[in-house]
């Protein structure tokens, strides 16, 4: 059984019908490899209407972050964008010029990356890395509203005595504390969209849980949309309204939480959901997923679940599948769910 941090299960997203806060198309991105090139992000494509809180998982190593860094632009030398676009409020991300993107992170875009301590600034005081936001996004804010500001954005992340914190460099803080400063730097501009990368890793089961239900409070209230990563399948049910389950850099099947966790359609999701212990049935074993996930080269055909799969059959290892329509309302991408009759 997957439990839950937060015990509110998310509303529908306010605005469903509206037109995609963030649309992904055929987004690739490459690094070199010792032979090939590797497709670290293969042809992913998604929507997110505006309040939406979509949760994207899967193993070490199947793109999560990279899909992330690339919606941002910030996916550094050697990686490359090979392919696709990013459309963000009507504009086109992958068009922009670097300083039009740096306005758009931080004022309209939220980013917690997962490598909080390096994404500090080690010669700084926390007070005054979050007071630098502030005064790029709110410069009409001064003064004692500055510290009235940074007081409200520290102490729902679980800080009792923000001056503790503000007066701390970096160095100075647990990895857990500089995970919430981070999500504290996302907010201050009043993002209309946050992209938090494992923003809870770090953190132990309360304050974990503080955090959930703030991301929550912010959706439910605010209509703040929330693209979160998260190997935490709990974290998943617990606070998103999609799920997009990444393999190989690739979608492999997306849908409504709820739904997909409890009828996962493509054979990965299902091991991954089986590899969760559950304490009433737990004994001593725990099913594995056999082998390792490799990094998927590009140009390598068939399906990249496939050496892996138990359900493989000869046109896995030849044909890439398609992304066909499932059971729980979504999409999956396997050879199994193709309609009969269709080529
Ligand atoms: N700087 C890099 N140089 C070379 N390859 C990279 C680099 N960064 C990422 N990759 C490739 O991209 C793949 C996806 O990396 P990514 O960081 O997105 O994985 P992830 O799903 O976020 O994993 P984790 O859960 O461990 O954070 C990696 O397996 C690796 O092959
Ligand atoms: S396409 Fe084939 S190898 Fe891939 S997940 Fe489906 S059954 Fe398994
Ligand atoms: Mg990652």
Known sequence: MITAQVTAHPSEPSAVAAPPILSVQGLSVEFPGPNAAIRAV?????????????????????????????IL?????????V???VQFEGRKLTDLPEHEMARIRGRRI?????????????????????????????????????????????RPLGFTEPARVTSAYPHQLSGGMC?????????????????ADEPTTALDVSVQAQILSLLHQLNAER???????????????????RVMVLYGGQVQETGPTAEVLADPAHPYTRALIAA?????????????????????IAGVPGCRFAARCDH??????????????????GRVRCHLHQPVGSP
């Open 179 to 195: 995970q919430r400063v981070c999500i504290a730097l996302a907010l201050a501009g009043d993002p209309i969209m946050l992209i």
């Open 42 to 70: 293969g042809d992913v494509s998604f929507s997110m209407p505006a309040g939406e809180i979509l949760a994207l998982v899967g193993e070490s190593g199947s793109g999560k972050s990279v899909t992330a860094l690339s």
């Open 83 to 85: 392919g696709g676009s």
């Open 110 to 154: 939220g980013w917690v990356s997962q490598t909080p301590r390096a994404s500090l600034n080690p010669s700084f005081k926390i007070g005054r890395q979050i007071a630098a936001v502030l005064a790029a996004c709110s410069p009409d804010l001064k003064g004692s509203a500055v510290d009235r500001r940074i007081d409200a954005l520290l």
């Open 223 to 241: 209509g703040l949309s929330i693209l979160i990563i998260t190997h935490d399948l709990a974290i998943v049910s617990a606070l998103s309204h």
């Open 73 to 81: 632009g910030l996916v550094s030398a050697p990686g490359r964008l």
């Open 276 to 296: 969760i212990p559950d304490s009433t049935t737990f004994d001593g074993r725990i099913p594995q997923l056999r082998g390792q996930a490799e990094p998927p």
């Open 312 to 329: 493989a059959f000869v046109a896995c290892h030849q044909t890439l599948p398609s992304a066909h329509a499932a059971g729980h309302g």
